[in-house]
């Protein structure tokens, strides 16, 4: 058996990085027969013959998303814009609790600040406790800082369509020359470049994932955190768990609830409270026989 990590998956083929070079290959058929799919990230163990690789077994994840569909993350980068296209913080906050619930650290990369001198997103994300980042492909400005924050990590790139993704994976390592697209001042959306997920090696032993922009995929199939996890995958709400009235509290509607009495204290911003709501509503929906 050969062992290596799956850095690119496209049309049903799997090219891993193995010590002795990149191999293309097909996985065995159980995997499909099993319900597991191979991720970009995994690590692997292969065989060869004639050229050619067969995926044997994937080794034990230390985490993976299904949307991006990517597995042993160290880091995961978010970026958002206040710029066309604007970054709504629910979807903001909809990935970072999926990330959270994974325990992959998050960072907002908050792009375009040449186009927009707006401070919302930067002041929401700072006070609920997130490393934030401002950057610009076009200044240069933070992509020294997001550098060294990536640096020697297994890093996915993600975000909605438009928000610049692949310029600032090009700021970061010029010589890969990632398309990039137009952003539709009519939709107020990227025009979607990146058509799947690949592990691009940077200097410093650091992996970047260049991952398929919102618009390519449906919202509704991200990962959904369980309700009772939802909490937990708020940074912010951490400093008030465990101080409720009652020691089941949902943080919604139940009296002493001290994470509602924060909120009211402006120790937790509206919108951080507000995406908690819908999250859990949306956690509500799950039946027990879809997680089986």
Same mark, same amino acid.
């Given at each position: 058996?050969?062992?290596?990590?799956?850095?690119?998956?496209?049309?049903?083929?799997?090219?891993?990085?193995?010590?002795?070079?990149?191999?293309?290959?097909?996985?065995?058929?159980?995997?499909?027969?099993?319900?597991?799919?191979?991720?970009?990230?995994?690590?692997?163990?292969?065989?060869?013959?004639?050229?050619?690789?067969?995926?044997?077994?994937?080794?034990?994840?230390?985490?993976?998303?299904?949307?991006?569909?990517?597995?042993? =993350?160290?880091?995961?980068?978010?970026?958002?814009?206040?710029?066309?296209?604007?970054?709504?913080?629910?979807?903001?906050?909809?990935?970072?609790?999926?990330?959270?619930?994974?325990?992959?650290?998050?960072?907002?990369?908050?792009?375009?600040?040449?186009?927009?001198?707006?401070?919302?997103?930067?002041?929401?994300?700072?006070?609920?406790?997130?490393?934030?980042?401002?950057?610009?492909?076009?200044?240069?400005?933070?992509?020294?800082?997001?550098?060294?924050?990536?640096?020697?990590?297994?890093?996915?790139?993600?975000?909605?369509?438009?928000?610049?993704?692949?310029?600032?994976?090009?700021?970061?390592?010029?010589?890969?020359?990632?398309?990039?697209?137009?952003?539709?001042?009519?939709?107020?959306?990227?025009?979607?470049?990146?058509?799947?997920?690949?592990?691009?090696?940077?200097?410093?032993?650091?992996?970047?994932?260049?991952?398929?922009?919102?618009?390519?995929?449906?919202?509704?199939?991200?990962?959904?955190?369980?309700?009772?996890?939802?909490?937990?995958?708020?940074?912010?709400?951490?400093?008030?768990?465990?101080?409720?009235?009652?020691?089941?509290?949902?943080?919604?509607?139940?009296?002493?609830?001290?994470?509602?009495?924060? =909120?009211?204290?402006?120790?937790?911003?509206?919108?951080?409270?507000?995406?908690?709501?819908?999250?859990?509503?949306?956690?509500?929906?799950?039946?027990?026989?879809?997680?089986?």
């Amino acid at each position: 058996m050969i062992k290596g990590r799956i850095t690119k998956a496209i049309s049903g083929f799997y090219y891993v990085q193995t010590d002795s070079g990149l191999v293309e290959c097909k996985a065995r058929g159980r995997f499909r027969k099993d319900g597991v799919s191979p991720l970009v990230g995994d690590w692997v163990e292969i065989t060869r013959a004639n050229g050619k690789g067969v995926l044997e077994q994937i080794l034990p994840r230390k985490n993976c998303l299904v949307r991006p569909a990517v597995a042993n =993350l160290d880091l995961l980068v978010l970026l958002v814009s206040e710029s066309i296209p604007v970054t709504e913080p629910y979807l903001i906050d909809r990935v970072t609790a999926i990330a959270g619930n994974q325990n992959i650290p998050a960072v907002i990369c908050v792009n375009k600040s040449d186009l927009s001198g707006e401070e919302r997103l930067v002041k929401i994300y700072t006070a609920a406790g997130y490393e934030v980042v401002r950057t610009s492909a076009v200044t240069g400005e933070g992509v020294d800082r997001l550098r060294e924050l990536i640096r020697g990590k297994v890093v996915a790139f993600t975000g909605n369509s438009g928000v610049g993704k692949s310029s600032i994976l090009n700021c970061l390592a010029p010589e890969l020359s990632v398309p990039t697209g137009e952003i539709s001042e009519k939709l107020g959306r990227g025009r979607h470049t990146t058509r799947h997920i690949e592990l691009f090696l940077l200097p410093d032993d650091t992996y970047v994932a260049d991952t398929p922009g919102f618009s390519s995929f449906d919202t509704d199939q991200m990962d959904v955190v369980l309700k009772e996890n939802l909490q937990y995958a708020f940074p912010d709400f951490e400093p008030f768990l465990g101080k409720c009235q009652f020691h089941d509290c949902a943080h919604r509607k139940e009296p002493g609830c001290a994470v509602a009495q924060a =909120l009211r204290e402006g120790k937790i911003e509206p919108t951080r409270y507000d995406s908690y709501l819908k999250l859990y509503e949306k956690a509500m929906e799950i039946r027990p026989w879809e997680l089986k």
